[in-house]
């Protein structure tokens, strides 16, 4: 039977979201973006699965986990987007489809933040879209399985 979850993974201080510079990153919390992403997946007859951690072994271990036996890998590494080998070197070793999503636009931000270490171990990427750009990135996992 083929895999129907999708595995949304949010690094560090996406906890915080709704409070950490709502400027940049809006008002809506990450229960609320859990919610849209649990809409998003029934919509495409998918099964969600969304986790948090601050810990960089943490993700490491859950993307591990999502290597193969799912529909897709959704990731919004924050942080160690930018900073992370060993993580880059997990979503690499996933044989899913994977894609990368950020809320801000990473490339109009400060010039440390324009490289990602997950960009080409990833097969799509949803950049600066807002929280929305969660329930696309679960909209182009669904239609990779088409
Ligand atoms: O924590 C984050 C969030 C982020 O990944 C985003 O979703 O826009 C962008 C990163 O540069 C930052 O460190």
């Known amino acids: 039977?083929?895999?129907?979850?999708?595995?949304?993974i949010n690094g560090p201080n996406?906890?915080?979201?709704?409070?950490?510079?709502p400027e940049i990153y809006g008002s809506d919390t990450l229960a609320d973006v859990e919610a849209l992403c649990r809409v998003a997946c029934e919509a495409a007859g998918l099964t969600l699965e969304f986790r948090q951690s601050n810990h960089e072994g943490v993700l490491i271990?859950?993307?591990?986990?999502?290597?193969?036996?799912?529909?897709?890998?959704?990731i919004n590494a924050a942080g160690y987007t930018h900073t992370s080998v060993a993580l880059r070197d997990a979503v690499s070793a996933v044989t899913v489809p994977r894609v990368e999503v950020h809320i801000s636009d990473i490339h109009a931000r400060e010039e440390f933040?324009?490289?990602?270490?997950?960009?080409?171990?990833?097969?799509?990427?949803?950049?600066?879209?807002?929280?929305?750009?969660?329930?696309e990135a679960i909209q182009w996992v669904a239609t990779s399985r088409d």
Do not use: F, K
Not at 61 to 74: M, S
């Open 1 to 8: 039977m083929e895999p129907t979850t999708v595995l949304v």
């Open 14 to 21: 996406l906890n915080l979201l709704g409070e950490r510079e």
């Open 61 to 74: 271990d859950w993307v591990q986990e999502g290597r193969r036996g799912i529909a897709g890998l959704v």
């Open 113 to 135: 933040r324009h490289h990602s270490y997950l960009t080409d171990v990833t097969d799509h990427q949803v950049i600066g879209r807002g929280v929305a750009g969660y329930a």
